[in-house]
């Protein structure tokens, strides 16, 4: 592992551990050239998947992307990080074990939905308002009465 300080090519790892979902192993690396340490996580991967734009155009897909989007759209939210963590990681293992290599961004954005309307209604709004591409507030407000929530 490349030191993301000085550039050196190899680090030492000084601590593993698993993180607590067991969803990846966490590792303080150590330069030896500069001593700046660092964390690394290591994931498994059951496949390389392809995010399938509404354009056709193909990306690789992102977790960090993903995990982005979500940290977002729960900014300031009383939602607990550990807990996004474990949405994000089962959203990224079905995708994995759909048996699908290319995945639509259309699927990927309803996981999503799905998830943060079981984790907080403001941030599934705020993801919906991007998502949805809400133009006016009256586009907020048809979603809102559509989720059956007191508007006053």
């Known amino acids: 592992m490349r030191c993301p300080f000085c550039g050196h090519e190899d680090t030492q790892v000084k601590d593993s551990r698993p993180t607590e979902d067991h969803s990846a192993i966490r590792r303080r690396r150590q330069c030896p ?15 390389e998947l392809t995010v399938v734009k509404g354009s056709g155009q193909r990306e690789p897909f992102d977790r960090d992307k993903l995990a982005r989007s979500m940290t977002i759209a729960l900014q300031k939210r009383p939602v607990d990080r550990d807990r996004v963590e ?22 990927i954005g309803e996981l999503v939905m799905d998830a ?9 709004v705020r993801f919906a308002s991007v998502y949805r591409d809400f133009r006016e507030a009256r586009d907020f407000g048809e979603f809102v009465g559509k989720l059956g929530i007191d508007q006053d």
Request: proline share 2%.
């Open 33 to 47: 050239n500069c001593a700046a340490r660092f964390t690394t996580f290591e994931r498994v991967q059951l496949r």
């Open 86 to 107: 474990r949405v994000i990681n089962g959203i990224v293992r079905r995708l994995e074990s759909s048996g699908e290599s290319e995945i639509p961004t259309k699927l």
């Open 116 to 124: 943060l309307a079981t984790l907080d209604q403001v941030g599934y």
